[in-house]
């Protein structure tokens, strides 16, 4: 049973880094991606994975949807509603 304040992860339970990500959205939307690869910040987080064990025993959490279907529901969302894809080359820092 959840209990009041309990925080519970939804997520798919494997870790990617932002340039795998970035990778992921030039070959979904077909834009190049430049990435600008600068010092590590303080309070950077380096690595993260979410923890999914504590939704899926109380409220019998699965993963449906693969990060990967995931990723291209929301690049053609964001494109077509958020004129997200507008430039030619997309940027992150």
Known sequence: ???NG???NVASGKSYCITDIGDIISNISKKKVEYN???PRTGDVRHTLA???LGKSL??????VD???GMTRTVQ???NNCNFLDSKI???Q
């Open 6 to 8: 309990e925080v519970v």
């Open 77 to 79: 969302f964001l494109s």
């Open 67 to 69: 990060f990967m279907e």
């Open 1 to 3: 049973m959840l209990t």
């Open 59 to 64: 409220l019998g959490y699965e993963v449906k």
């Open 37 to 39: 690869h600068t010092k």
């Open 90 to 92: 997309l940027s992150y």
């Open 51 to 53: 923890d999914i064990s």
